[in-house]
């Protein structure tokens, strides 16, 4: 009984000290929130007390479906209060539901914390990834070891690189489009987004290794643990997420997941060691490619053998350094796949609502690959440069990531000497104790950068450098949708050489319809809008119906 007791008052005072801390952190984000105002004199949006901006923001989310995007939110938050885009930045307090976030929107001001000044990445956003990767990962990693690790896989990702790389991709990318010629062969609709995801994933996976995965026609366990390690390692404030965040098993399934990522990695990192130390050559000897895991093993032995300590088997490798590698291929091919597919069913979607854009690349893909659709992967297999010299699709897909960019942006962390500064007025503004977002979509469709934001207009990609003058000639830093800067996407190179190879062995052969449920809502005037909340997807998973495409009245390559 006395126990019960004790145990009853100590779970009281554990709530009791629970509930004091949870005010006085209200008290404090909130104060800070108001300071703003009364101290900076930096206009803030109506403000609760205890609700922060939640009122407001709910108001501006009302009018879209609950499933929409949040990096929709500034959109529709500067439609109710449209004075506050001039300030080029909003202060948005929703704690305790997300950390007290700038959202910043004017391209100057972006960069001075991306490009001129980059600022470290948040520590909630860091924690989100911890679990899995430990912050051992490109994305996550800080200062020095950062620098190493880009500096190792930045040649991987050259377009050079990439481009001797792309006979190989077309083996993948013909699975691709042959499931999307039997599904118009049969009538089935399809979820475009399923079929890019693993498209995606075996195209990053043999950029990192030269092996195939083969995600396309198996089931393969790699892809299973990566889907299931990026469920739990990125918890949100739902109750749901909560409770997942606080399910006793949660460490569990992230080392088991762990793990399976570690037993695919770790035999192919040993084969490629023992290969270079036997040939004694380095990455490229024999016209060998230069994968990123090649290059990744090149640096790690030329780092041993300056060190004193040559490798002369995969049994020396260094268990610290093994661990970050499998770390940082894991991050790699999450990130290197989700939002390839995400772009890849956008651009899809864009083309079937614009049959002039599509003409328009059909029509250059007939001009650089020849007139034979049938041809164009033996041409682009015998010379890669070919992909080069497509700018029209090129256009197609940068001003795609405009519409619909993958990622809401980077979010940094603010620090006490730094401000955010209004090169109009001079107003400045604090950003200690507050992270900051680069608001890629709202930077997007800002009128005062991009005329006719929401229409799609490739041709604004196709204005010459210097054609200032030009109303469609895009504004200095106000395209990112791969971020700008040191920190910016390692792989911009790899999306763009991949799509205009898809786009190049689909385009001409097949013509797609959105599949969307008649009635279904819409967000800025597209039912395939944003979803979802690390990394954006299509709604539905891009319903799409499939048509061989004809030509003279017969099928194009039945």
Not at 140 to 146: I, K, S, V
Not at 161 to 170: D, E, G, K, R, Y
Request: glycine fraction near 6%.
């Amino acid at each position: 009984m006395f126990v019960a007791v004790v145990a009853l008052r100590a779970l009281w005072a554990l709530a009791l000290s629970g509930l004091a801390y949870f005010f006085f952190r209200l008290h404090q984000v909130r104060m800070r929130t108001r300071e703003l105002s009364t101290k900076y004199g930096v206009p803030i949006l109506p403000h609760s007390y205890f609700w922060g901006h939640l009122i407001v923001m709910g108001k501006a989310m009302s009018r879209i479906p609950g499933d929409a995007n949040g990096t929709l939110l500034m959109h529709f938050l500067l439609k109710d209060f449209p004075e506050f885009e001039e300030h080029g930045a909003v202060y948005i307090d929703s704690w305790p539901i997300v950390q007290p976030l700038v959202f910043v929107f004017n391209p100057e001001m972006i960069s001075t914390f991306t490009q001129i000044r980059s600022l470290p990445k948040s520590p909630d956003m860091r924690a989100e990834f911890r679990p899995w990767t430990k912050n051992l990962d490109l994305v996550t990693l800080e200062g020095p070891e950062w620098k190493r690790w880009r500096s190792i896989f930045n040649p991987s990702f050259s377009n050079k690189n990439l481009t001797s790389l792309a006979p190989a991709m077309l083996n993948e990318i013909r699975i691709f489009s042959d499931k999307l010629k039997a599904a118009a062969r049969s009538g089935e609709t399809v979820k475009l987004m399923d079929l890019a995801i693993d498209l995606t994933i075996d195209v990053i996976a043999l950029n990192i290794s030269g092996d195939r995965l083969n995600c396309q026609t198996t089931s393969q366990p790699l892809q299973k643990a990566l889907n299931n390690q990026i469920w739990w390692t990125c918890p949100r404030s739902t109750p749901v997420e909560i409770c997942k965040m606080l399910h006793p098993l949660r460490s569990l399934f992230i080392w088991n997941n762990n793990r399976t990522i570690k037993n695919h990695f770790v035999p192919i990192i040993q084969r490629l060691i023992n290969e270079q130390v036997g040939n004694n050559k380095g990455v490229g000897a024999a016209g060998e490619t230069k994968t990123i895991l090649a290059l990744a093993i090149q640096a790690y032995l030329a780092e041993q053998k300056e060190a004193g300590n040559p490798i002369t088997s995969a049994s020396q490798i260094d268990s610290a350094f093994l661990e970050r590698l499998t770390m940082h291929l894991g991050m790699l091919i999450f990130a290197g796949h989700d939002t390839t597919a995400t772009t890849l069913c956008y651009t899809v979607y864009m083309l079937s609502k614009h049959p002039e854009a599509l003409a328009a690349v059909r029509a250059e893909h007939t001009a650089i690959l020849g007139a034979d659709p049938a041809a164009a992967e033996a041409r682009i297999a015998a010379n890669p440069t070919l992909l080069n010299s497509l700018p029209h699709t090129a256009a197609v897909i940068k001003e795609t990531t405009r519409l619909f960019p993958a990622v809401g942006g980077s979010v940094r962390a603010g620090q006490p000497d730094f401000w955010l500064v209004d090169a109009k007025t001079g107003q400045r503004m604090p950003t200690e104790h507050w992270a900051l977002l680069s608001d890629h979509h709202t930077t997007h469709h800002r009128e005062s950068l991009w005329p006719r934001p929401l229409d799609f207009i490739p041709e604004r990609f196709l204005v010459r450098d210097g054609d200032e003058a030009n109303p469609l000639h895009p504004h200095k830093n106000a395209y990112r949708p791969f971020e700008l800067g040191p920190r910016g996407c390692i792989g911009l190179e790899l999306v763009q050489l991949e799509l205009k190879a898809i786009l190049a062995l689909t385009a001409r052969e097949m013509d797609f319809e959105g599949a969307f449920a008649p009635g279904s809502p819409e967000v800025l005037g597209h039912q395939a809008y944003h979803v979802g909340d690390i990394v954006a997807h299509p709604k539905d998973g891009m319903p799409m119906r499939v048509r061989l495409r004809k030509v003279g009245g017969r099928e194009v390559n039945i």
